[in-house]
């Protein structure tokens, strides 16, 4: 008879939240951008805390947005 050994199951590891004025005072070193880029992002934020990857990704998603896109035939 084959005996089951059960699997542990490994939980998720939680990521620690951060006030986002904390990120802001350290935003040069964290992630390579003024403090007012941060006032932009968070300005209507649900929550007054993030984790770090969070707010480097709303970070690269603002960085990255086209603006002003052209009407057709405008040049």
């Known amino acids: 008879m084959i005996e089951e050994i059960p699997v542990a199951v490994q939980s998720e590891s939680r990521e620690?939240?951060?006030y986002i004025?904390?990120?802001?005072?350290h935003?040069?070193?964290?992630?390579?951008?003024?403090?007012?880029?941060?006032?932009?992002i968070f300005r209507n934020y649900p929550s007054n805390q993030v984790t770090k990857s969070e707010a480097k990704k709303m970070?690269?998603?603002?960085?990255?947005?086209?603006?002003?896109?052209?009407?057709?035939?405008?040049?």
């Not at 004025?21 to 005072?25: A, K, N, S, V």
């Not at 970070?59 to 040049?75: A, M, R, S, Y």
Request: aromatic letters at 8%; proline letters at 3%.
């Open 16 to 18: 620690s939240l951060f």
């Open 21 to 25: 004025h904390q990120l802001r005072e």
């Open 27 to 40: 935003s040069r070193e964290l992630f390579g951008v003024k403090p007012e880029v941060l006032d932009g």
């Open 59 to 75: 970070i690269d998603t603002f960085l990255n947005k086209k603006v002003g896109k052209k009407k057709e035939g405008e040049q």
